[in-house]
């Protein structure tokens, strides 16, 4: 593995309360291959592959698809664990996330709930501003936690790792119970030998971020996503290919897990529905763990603990 002593040691600083193992998890496509949405069937496939690796999954929206109308039953079913996802913006989408967050929720127990994310790259994308998030937030968690049984279910939000280490953004950070932070070696056009140095880098920097703004090391921390293509157009000096995805399983999600940093993969299953980014083109049908129907992984998910 390639990363500095100093990183090390700063990041080693950073979670020093932390001992165990982080967990892992993978964030999960609702579409099938035909781009039609998965019904609770699906869902089911898709843990039954899954299961042996991970009971955790996160999606991005409550009602887009009725995710989480058809999603529940069968995380209830497999007995697993899930992040769900509300999107927060334009104000209908979010008054149909709402509604659809409240009107299912309780068909799963609160314990099967690892937290609710409010917003996926929201800043990033310049969809709102760092306040108006924490209101998003704020709203979210005030809806939840009024519902019997669901009152310390942790509510948050997911952006990426550069948006995070900015003091600007803070406001969305400190109204937080827990934020998953996203960072792509691939996307910074990392070459395979420097890609778990700035890994490691990324996500030391937004944890000691968000700790300074918190006041505190006990906050939930997830790393909300990471992975590697297997296929499709090379980005500056990342190159996809199951090999390279293979080395930055063990190099960069095996090895942050082992200093106990939760992490979610992106993602579980390849999305072959999903339209053309110019210049990387075959890249983005092409991050999944799991071929599309597949129910062996690209490559051993096992990590040497
Ligand atoms: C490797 O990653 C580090 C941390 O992100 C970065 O500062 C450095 O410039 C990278 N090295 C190369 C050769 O790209």
Known sequence: MRFSVLSFAALSAAISSVAAIGELGFDLGVKVASGDCKYTADYLSDFETIKSYTDIVRVYSTSDCNTLEYLLPAVKQAGMRVFIGVWPTDDSHFALDKQALTTYITEVDASSIVGITVGSEALYRGDLTPSALADAINEVRDLVHAIDGYESVPVGTADSWNILVDAANSAAVTASDVVLANAFSYWQGQTMANSSHSFFDDIMQALQTIQTAKGSTDISFWIGETGWPT?????????????????FWQESICAIRAWGINTLVFEAFDETWKPETSGVEGTEQHWGLFAEDGVSPKYSLSCNF
Do not use: L
């Open 231 to 247: 296929e499709g157009q090379s980005y500056e000096s990342s190159i996809p290919s199951v090999d390279n995805a293979a080395t």
